[in-house]
């Protein structure tokens, strides 16, 4: 049987992905177009051309749909506790079947049966100890 590994994997990824895409850039985004902003900017008249006049105000609405689409495949360790937070609910550390089923449901509208469920997690679950701790977690949304 194909599922559901795969695919559940996916659609965890597609959430934080989605968050990702949905934030404001950080300071350090900012500074980048800038930068990159300044190379194009060769005569330092606030302007470059890319097919018209563009200040740095439309530079940077033209290029953060395409900076937040590079970076949102790019989950980071902060964004990995985060969705892990989602999951573990009672924040004991592990995910249990039960929690996986909740959050599925609750972030992304998916209804897995149990044994669908239970199938997510014993793929997961590296030491066997029925429930999905951080680090098996972190493995699982890197595949
Ligand atoms: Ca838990
Ligand atoms: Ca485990």
Same mark, same amino acid.
Request: glycine share 34%; aromatic share 0%; proline share 0%.
């Given at each position: 049987m194909q599922f559901p590994m795969g695919p559940a994997c996916i659609f965890l990824r597609k959430g934080i992905a989605e968050k990702q895409r949905e934030r404001p850039l950080g300071q350090d985004e900012i500074e980048e177009l800038r930068e990159a902003f300044l190379e194009f900017d060769k005569d330092r008249d606030g302007f470059i051309s890319l097919g018209g006049r563009v200040d740095f105000d439309d530079f940077v609405e033209l290029m953060t749909p395409k900076l937040l689409a590079e970076t949102? %495949?790019?989950? %980071?360790v902060q964004e990995m506790r985060d969705a892990f937070k989602e999951f573990d609910?009672?924040?004991?550390g592990a995910i249990t079947l039960g929690e996986l089923q909740q959050a599925m449901q609750r972030l992304l509208g998916e209804k897995l049966t149990p044994g669908e469920i239970a199938e997510v997690v014993q793929e997961a679950d590296v030491n066997g100890d029925g429930t999905v701790d951080f680090e098996e977690f972190v493995k699982m949304m890197s595949r």
């Open positions: 949102a %495949g790019m989950i %980071g609910t009672n924040g004991d």
